[in-house]
């Protein structure tokens, strides 16, 4: 059972920067994609970023061109790198990983708050 972990959200001005990271109990080399989802109040979750085993990332256009996700397979962990906030950004993140079967794994989730 892989477990992943967040960490690094937290309050932060509009234009500001924050990186989260996902780090996992288990390899992350062997997992088909690793993904970051958000979910804002009142909202249903969405994918925003996603990289998959061989490296190809594809993002949401909400978050295109400002987030970048990135992978270090010798730590275990998923980053995401958020510039240029936004208010809208706010949400609950989450962490997500499909094993080879496609079993998804979820994180515990990490607020990011975007002050205007």
């Known amino acids: 059972q892989v477990q992943l972990v967040e960490s690094g959200g937290g309050l932060v001005q509009a234009g500001g920067s924050l990186r989260l990271s996902c780090a996992s109990s288990?390899?992350?080399?062997?997992?088909?994609?690793m993904g970051w989802y958000r979910q804002a109040p009142g909202k249903e979750r969405e994918l925003i970023a996603f990289?998959?085993?061989?490296?190809?990332?594809n993002y949401a256009d909400s978050v295109k061109g400002r987030f970048t996700i990135s992978r270090d397979n010798a730590k275990n962990t998923v980053y995401l790198q958020m510039n240029s906030l936004k208010p809208e950004d706010t949400a609950v993140y989450s962490c997500?990983?499909?094993?080879?079967?496609?079993?998804?794994?979820w994180g515990q989730g990490t607020q990011v708050t975007v002050s205007s």
């Open positions: 990289i998959t085993k061989g490296g190809s990332t």
């Open positions: 997500n990983a499909r094993d080879h079967e496609n079993r998804p794994y």
């Open positions: 288990g390899s992350i080399f062997s997992m088909n994609s």
